[in-house]
């Protein structure tokens, strides 16, 4: 599943070099992708229609696999500082915390 999602992220953003951390737990995975500041805005997408439809797309393959699965993205920014996004449970996006 995560080539699958390295393979979408790849053709939104034309980038190789994002990192994506893979979480197991059980029949859970949780994916965290960490990108530039330059293109978070595109993986997020105007109002996270970008990301959600990421989530869909992962959420498909994850039911074919009988597991569940979640994606969030952080922004790594030149001054050290982390900007998050997280899938609730009820499928809203919900922002995540600014860290120094």
Do not use: C, W, Y
Request: glycine content about 12%.
């Amino acid at each position: 599943m995560k080539d699958l999602l390295t393979f979408i992220l790849k053709g939104i953003t034309g980038k190789k070099d994002l990192e994506i951390v893979e979480e197991t737990e059980g029949e859970r995975i949780h994916f965290l992708v960490k990108a530039p500041e330059e293109i978070i805005g595109i993986i997020i997408g105007k109002e996270g229609k970008t990301i959600k439809a990421i989530r869909s797309l992962l959420k498909v393959r994850a039911i074919l696999e009988k597991k569940g699965v979640s994606v969030s993205v952080e922004g790594i920014f030149p001054d050290s500082r982390l900007l998050g996004i997280k899938g609730a449970k009820n499928g809203k996006s919900q922002p995540g915390k600014g860290v120094k």
